[in-house]
């Protein structure tokens, strides 16, 4: 009898074990200070726009993850070396493609450059040789800026984050930047330099950037967790106050033509 009932409890035991399975492993998401979508708050906790949309999505799929702000050339440089990883706000080039798996779009960018109004005024008095233009490293913006003629070393400068630029356009140290029109509209001011757009440089839709290594079903999870978001309205609620309604109706647009085309 005895030997019956510890065979018994045996198999129970083996059988708990094989249905128990261990947790999701935490997801480190990496991303760069970029006003208002991420930044420290005055409580130096990370906080933004899209940092409260990723936990909301975080909160439906009970997942746990943790946030690092780092400048974008360290959090990709991490993201491709390091398993677990999310990297984000990322815009998806060709280049880019097989060295992650895709989550979005959550943002769309008009990107176009802006420079002083006299050379918007004087195209023909300028050219990239007499222009000094400013880029962050590891961006999708450099090989654009390559292409219209910009070059490290000589009329472009790198700097570690985005904002950056906006420094060195204050201070007269850059004539040309990258922004969103969707949010910046025709012109901005840093401190008392106003730069006026003047060129468009690429459209792109930005990504949660899943590396590798992360199974194909929990990013699949989180893809259906974002697109809920869009169906419901999450979205909309948490971008309206801070993000351009093009942008958000540009989004919402794409949304419905995936849906459309997945039925």
């Given at each position: 009898m005895q030997v019956f009932i510890g065979w018994a409890l045996f198999l129970l035991f083996s059988s708990g074990c094989l249905a128990w399975q261990a947790p999701d ?239």
């Open positions: 492993p935490e997801l480190h998401f990496l991303t760069e200070h970029s006003p208002p979508a991420q930044y420290i708050n005055e409580v130096e906790q990370i906080d933004g726009v899209t940092i409260q949309l990723i936990r909301h999505l975080q909160a439906r799929l009970n997942e746990k993850i943790r946030f690092s702000l780092l400048p974008w050339a360290r959090a990709m440089k991490m993201a491709r070396q390091q398993p677990n990883t999310v990297l984000f706000e990322t815009v998806r080039t060709p280049e880019r493609e097989a060295l992650f798996q895709w989550v979005g779009p959550i943002k769309y960018f008009d990107m176009q450059l802006y420079t002083l109004p006299r050379v918007v005024a004087n195209p023909q008095d300028y050219g990239t040789d007499n222009l000094r233009a400013c880029a962050y490293r590891s961006s999708a913006q450099l090989g654009y800026f390559n292409q219209m003629g910009f070059e490290v070393g000589r009329n472009l400068s790198m700097v570690a984050n985005a904002h950056e630029c906006h420094t060195m356009a204050e201070r007269n140290r850059a004539d040309v930047i990258a922004l969103n029109a969707l949010r910046y509209g025709e012109s901005v001011h840093y401190g008392d330099v106003r730069l006026e757009r003047w060129k468009p440089l690429y459209r792109s839709y930005l990504y949660l950037a899943f590396s590798l290594d992360i199974p194909g079903a929990r990013v699949a999870r989180w893809q259906e967790a974002l697109m809920q978001s869009y169906a419901d309205g999450t979205m909309r609620r948490l971008y309206q106050h801070d993000y351009p309604q093009a942008m958000i109706e540009h989004l919402e647009k794409q949304w419905q033509e995936e849906r459309q085309t997945s039925k």
